[in-house]
Nanobody, 126 residues
């Protein structure tokens, strides 16, 4: 059974940092894509970042987080991380990780992802 479990969310002041973790089980993500998405109240879910390990850990970042967020993976632990620095109040959202169990996924496009975690809340105060 495929499972994704996020952790690391919380409350932080603007300018602060958090590191989110996504622990995967039921598959090895060496050849697949893991994405991070977020959904703010009243807004649609948006793709934030993804990492595709089949191509030398190709990474993608949305413009809104580029230069502030870093995605990485520890294949031995089947865990993907999202390091979030210089956080802004507009980063406040529920953050989800998701797995695309197919090759050739290089963007965090929601319909391409097959399995989802339960989400973790990130709140950035001004």
């Amino acid at each position: 059974e495929v499972q994704l479990v996020e952790s690391g969310g919380g409350l932080v002041q603007a300018g602060g940092s958090l590191r989110l973790s996504c622990a995967a089980s039921g598959f090895t993500f060496d050849d697949y894509s893991i994405g991070w998405f977020r959904q703010a109240p009243g807004k649609e879910r948006e793709g934030v970042s993804c990492i595709t390990n089949s191509d030398g850990s190709y990474t993608y970042y949305a413009d809104s987080v580029k230069g502030r967020f870093t995605i990485s993976s520890d294949n031995a632990k089947n865990t993907v991380y999202l390091q979030m620095n210089s956080l802004k109040p507009e980063d406040t959202a529920v953050y989800y990780c998701a797995a695309a169990l197919r090759l050739g996924v290089y963007y965090p496009i929601e319909v391409l992802y097959d399995y989802w975690g339960q989400g973790t809340q990130v709140t950035v105060s001004s």
